[in-house]
Structures are given as C-alpha cells and as structure tokens.
T-cell receptor, first 111, second 112 residues
C-alpha cells in the first residue's frame, strides 16, 4: 500500500474555474503536507506547505489539511492557462526526512 | 540566493555502464535528498545526505550510491545501469530548521 494516494486525472477545466485537487494518506504520523507544481520536463516547484491540520491561503491557492480524515486538498481559484501542469502532493513526518509523493494530477486549463 | 542546480541536464547511457549525477544545494542548506521520477509517476526517495553522512535510504539497491562534499554539494552514482533506471533524477536541498525541500531542475537519464 502506498503512503499517499492521488487521483492521476487528467483534469481539464475552462479558464476561471475553481479546481480541487486531492490526496489521501494512511499513516497518522505524517505532520507536514506539501503541494508542488511540475511543468513538463522540469523539476517540482513548491507551491504550498502546511503543518498539521488547517487551511493556508496564498493568492489564488488554498491548501487544506484534515488530519482526522487523512485528506489533503489544494484549491485553485480563477484558474489560468498558465496553471496547466502536473500537481504533486507530498507528505512527511519531518521536513528533514524523506518526502512521500503522490503520482501527480495532470491539469489543463482551457482558454 | 542561488537555487538548487543539477548537471548534466540530459544523459544517454547503455545498459551496464556507470553514471554520476551532480547537485549543488541552495545556499545555506546542508541536507541533500535524491529522488527518482519515472515517467507518469511521483518522485521516489533514493537517499538523503546530511553533513556528508547518509541520513536515510529508500528502497533502492546498493548500486545506487552517493556522496556529499564539505560545501554540501552532492553526487549520485549508479552502477550497472538497467533499462528501468531511465528516469528524471531530482535533487532537493533543505535546512533541518527549514520549512521544506526545494528541488533542482533534474537530470534526465536514458538507458539504452
């Protein structure tokens, strides 16, 4: 069983739509939750990180963690064509140790 | 502040050969982690180096080895290359007191 599961998509939405990306995990020891964006043939770029439960907002992006359900989400408001990329969730017990990644969700925002 | 850099960007090798990939960590970061990302998959943890010592290893065979240097740059060595080693190899640096890991652009390895 994988430590973290992510729906691979692909997901295709019109410009301006609200996008919801989700991951689930199995081990309650995980405390750190990250979202990375990866453009084709590039390295992952950190978008958001959250410690423990709660919400975190940065511009059009909101990360949400529900530790009781072991469920993490990333919401993108007013999606833009430049948001078209693969979004990877990552979890860790400690940020100094290994990260466990989901398989990534491919998102296309259509103009 | 410079980000994480990796070299080379692309590499083609044949089965059985050996390869060395290099990573320079972000300024001030003393921890380097290496990941393998196969096509269509998320990155898989290979190992991590902290102050020149291996500090954790994923489910990869011993033919995957590494080094970290006093300036915190790092190398990933893979011996006896197999076709399944074809992937994007990512290096990430972090400070143990930092918030998370920051990735380089990766080295794309093709094994023929």
């Amino acid at each position: 069983q994988k430590e973290v599961e992510q729906d691979p998509g692909p997901l295709s939405v019109p410009e301006g739509a609200i996008v919801s990306l989700n991951c689930t995990y199995s081990n309650s020891a995980f405390q750190y939750f990250m979202w990375y964006r990866q453009y084709s043939r590039k390295g992952p770029e950190l978008l958001m990180y959250t410690y423990s439960s709660g919400n975190k907002e940065d511009g059009r992006f909101t990360a949400q963690v529900d530790k009781s359900s072991k469920y993490i989400s990333l919401f993108i408001r007013d999606s833009q064509p430049s948001d078209s990329a693969t979004y990877l969730c990552a979890i860790a017990i400690n940020t100094g140790n290994q990260f466990y990644f989901g398989t990534g969700t491919s998102l296309t925002v259509i103009p | 502040e410079t980000g994480v850099t990796q070299s080379p960007t692309h590499l083609i090798k044949t089965r059985g050969q050996q390869v060395t990939l290099r990573c320079s960590s972000q300024s001030g970061h003393n921890t380097v982690s290496w990941y393998q990302q196969a096509l269509g998959q998320g990155p898989q943890f290979i190992f991590q180096y902290y102050r020149e010592e291996e500090n954790g290893r994923g489910n990869f065979p011993p033919r995957f080895s590494g080094l970290q240097f006093p300036n915190y740059s790092s190398e990933l060595n893979v011996n006896a290359l197999e076709l399944d080693d074809s992937a994007l190899y990512l290096c990430a640096s972090s400070d143990p007191q930092g918030e998370t890991q920051y990735f380089g652009p990766g080295t794309r390895l093709l094994v023929l």
